[in-house]
Structures are given as C-alpha cells and as structure tokens.
C-alpha cells in the first residue's frame, strides 16, 4: 500500500467517514459512482472496485465488461451536504483493465496524457470554465418543472432574485471541498444562475467541474429545486454556456499578455485551438440541444477572435498579471470536461509546435446581421449532424483519440441526432432526452 493510501485510511478513521463514493464519468460526461463501505478500502487501493463497464454508456461490450476503479487519493473530499456522522467522502478513480493496464476509454487517462504532452514541451496549462445553470421548480412528485425559480435578469438583487441564498450556499460548500469560489450571480434568463470558481491545472479544473455541478444539484435538490445544466432549457430565453478560460505557463511566466505584448507561443497556441475549434465542436457541444443555442444571445457562431469583444469565439479578456488568459466561448456545460480539455490542450500544442500564425483580430460585431459573411468569416457547424460529420472528417481527431472512443462516441451521437429529427415534436423530444439528465 503506498503511503498517500495509508494516509487516506487514517484520514477516514479520524473523520467518522462510514461511506465512500467511488467516481468517476461515461464517455459523454455523465457523472457516475459506486458506493462502497470504508473498510473496504484498503482492499480497492490493492485490487481495484469491480464494474459492469457495459451498464455505462460507451465504455465496454458486455463481453468485455470487467473493468477496475482505481481511487485517485490526493481527490478524496467530504459530502458536506451528507450526515456529520458516519460521513460519506467522494474519491475520483482511474479506470483499468482486469491485466492492471489503462483502460483506453478512460476520458480522464485521456486529459492526463496531455496534460503531460504539454509539461513534456514545457508547458502548464491552467484551466477555469463558467458554468451557468438554470433553477427549475418541482412538482407535487418531486419530478422537474420547466417553471423557473425567478423571472431575474443578468446582476438582480431580490426580491427579483430569488436565488442568492442557494448561491450562497453553493459557495460555502464548494469551500468546504476546497474548490475557491470567486463571483457568483444571478444571470440574464429567468431562474439563470452562474457560479464561477478559481482556475485550477486541466486535470483538477476537469474535476473541480464535475464536482461544482454535484454540489449544484444537490443543494438545488435540498431547497426542492431542479438545477440544469442542459444548454437550452427553454425557447427564446438564454442558453447555459461554459465559457474556458485557458492560460498558458513556461517557467513561472504567462504568456498570455495584454496589449500588443503577446508572446508568439500564446499567439500559435490560441491559433491552434481557433483552427480546430469545428472539428471538436460535437465534443464542445455534444447535444442535439447545444446548437439551439449557438449563434444567439451572446453565444458565438463565427470562428474569430478579438480582445474584450463579446461576440467572437475567442476572446483575450481585459486582465492583467495571473489572470491573463484567452477565452473560449462556444462551449457548453453538457460537455464531457476531460474530453473537452485534452482537445484544447493537444490543438493548441500543435499550434505551438507548427508555429501556427494567428489571424488578425476582429474588432466587429458578429450578431449584427451580415457583418460575418461580408469579412468572409467561417462558421462552426450549425448542427449536431454537421458537428458529427466535421469530427468523423478529420485526420485531427483521428490522432488525438482512440478510434475506440470515436467509435462509440458517434455511434451514441448519431443515434440522439436520428432519434430527435424523426419524432413529431423535436423540441419535445429534446427535452424528453435530456432535460432530467443534464
């Protein structure tokens, strides 16, 4: 047993702790674990915790379906939510083949593999994403409403906001995990929310999101309320994006700067992911429902970027020192976050090793009609189909992942896209889909 084991075990005695969540997510993000009782620890940190790989979505073949949870200690963190007593502590765990090797439809093993490629340049990467989400009623059964908390806009205080005190008590728990919150408010939809916590390294900012949408839902679940992630909640209102924020260390210094100051490996870096931005956009926005949001209301449709302006896909923010960082804005919450971050992070690499050129800057706005198509910008797919189509296209995306997980990516994704266009009501059938899930 290895010695952060050994202190897991004594960590788990002195803190009451009676239960263990051991976590981890299928290929499309989807949060999953599996309860096991403290004293069986010492026996998973030797062997593992045995799954039905072929009961989660995209992992295994019911033929191959023994697969092994592996605790990652140094992610062990108290439920502050559950009992004081008898506690229960969450653990996010790598997932192996029954030979001890990694399993190759491990999304997480997938981020630190560049995570990694970038430290073996040169390079850290920290990673902070804003996630917004919706507040929804619930019914005499408990099950979810579309009917929001409130009819807010973007900055209200209440009474029109009805939501500060569960925001406020998102933050506290997110503290208690040792995740830092640094603004909360509420956002431009009616019931819409965002809770924006501290950048962290890809790894533990992929983990720190799947937590922050743990802790959301549960303390929404607490108050009789449903909180949702899904990026269209409700026609003609606000979408709920996930804006990256990406910045980019070599030797203690970012290279990301203000100004005309910007470092030619941050230049090539952010050219890389603008150059690829479509051909990952069914891993950014994975849902039938996402392109109901791109194009509208703030969230971008043109592949550009510019400084502060709010209506390209990337954007430098006005920031200074440690905050430096671009920002891309396409994405959404329903994404797969280690997927998601090891993309960005291998086409920005590429960008860096191929000393890609940045285009200039578009200083214009985009939702003014016919200012993209006059400057001949490129658009991202305007479809799941389109987005499907564009991945399975290209040689990119063939390096990057395992023809195992593109397989059974895009045979879940094209299954979603059939299923929503034959039905008689798409938007009925989206949210049947997806609504109590995301």
């Not at 925001?167 to 431009?188: A, F, G, Q, V």
Request: aromatic share 10%; glycine share 6%.
């Amino acid at each position: 047993m290895t010695d952060s084991a050994a202190e897991i075990l004594r960590f788990v005695r002195e803190q009451d702790v009676k239960f263990v969540r051991l976590t981890f997510c299928d290929l499309f993000g989807l949060q999953k674990n599996i309860a096991v009782m403290a004293a069986e620890l010492p026996r998973i940190f030797e062997s593992g915790m045995i799954f039905d790989a072929s009961a989660v979505r995209g992992l295994a073949p019911v033929e191959h379906s023994d697969l092994f949870l592996m605790p990652d200690c140094s992610t062990i963190s108290i439920l502050p939510w559950r009992p004081s007593h008898e506690r229960v502590v969450r653990i996010f765990c790598d997932i192996q083949n029954p030979d001890g090797t990694e399993f190759i439809g491990d999304s997480r093993a997938l981020l630190k593999k560049a995570v990694q490629r970038a430290a073996d340049m040169g390079y850290f990467c920290s990673v902070g994403a804003e996630c917004e989400f919706y507040l929804f009623h619930l019914d005499e059964q408990g099950d979810p409403t579309t009917e929001p908390l409130d009819y807010g806009s973007y900055g209200d205080l209440a009474p029109l906001d009805k939501a500060e005190d569960i925001r406020r008590e998102i933050c506290l728990t997110l503290e208690e995990m040792d995740i830092r919150p640094e603004k909360s408010h509420h956002e431009s939809g009616p019931g819409q929310n965002e809770v924006d916590f501290r950048y962290s390294e890809a790894l533990s900012a992929a983990d720190n999101l799947m937590t922050f949408k743990t802790v959301v839902k549960s303390i929404a679940m607490m108050h009789r309320l449903y909180a949702s992630f899904l990026p269209k909640p409700m026609q003609g209102q606000f979408g709920n994006g996930m804006h990256i924020n990406l910045s980019l260390m070599q030797g203690g210094r970012n290279l990301f700067e203000t100004g005309k100051k910007h470092c030619p490996y941050a230049e090539s870096f952010l050219a890389g992911i603008l150059s690829r931005t479509a051909e990952m956009t069914a891993f950014l926005n994975p849902l039938v429902n996402s392109y109901e949001r791109l194009g509208l209301q703030e969230a971008p449709r043109y592949i550009s970027w510019s400084h502060q302006n709010r209506s390209q896909l990337i954007r430098i923010p006005a920031t200074t020192g440690a905050a430096n960082r671009m920002e891309l804005r396409s994405p959404d919450p329903s994404c797969n976050p280690y997927l998601a971050f090891a993309l960005l992070l291998h086409a920005g690499l590429d960008g860096i090793e191929e000393q890609a050129a940045l285009p200039a800057a578009c200083d214009r706005n985009l939702f003014e009609t016919g200012v993209a198509e006059q400057l001949g910008i490129g658009q991202l797919p305007g479809t799941l189909s389109e987005a499907l189509d564009m991945a399975e296209g290209s040689a990119w995306i063939r390096k990057v992942l395992p023809e195992e997980v593109r397989t059974q990516y895009m045979k879940q994704k094209r299954w979603e896209w059939e299923q929503i266009q034959k039905a008689e009501d798409p938007w009925k059938a989206q949210m049947q889909m997806y609504f109590r899930s995301i």
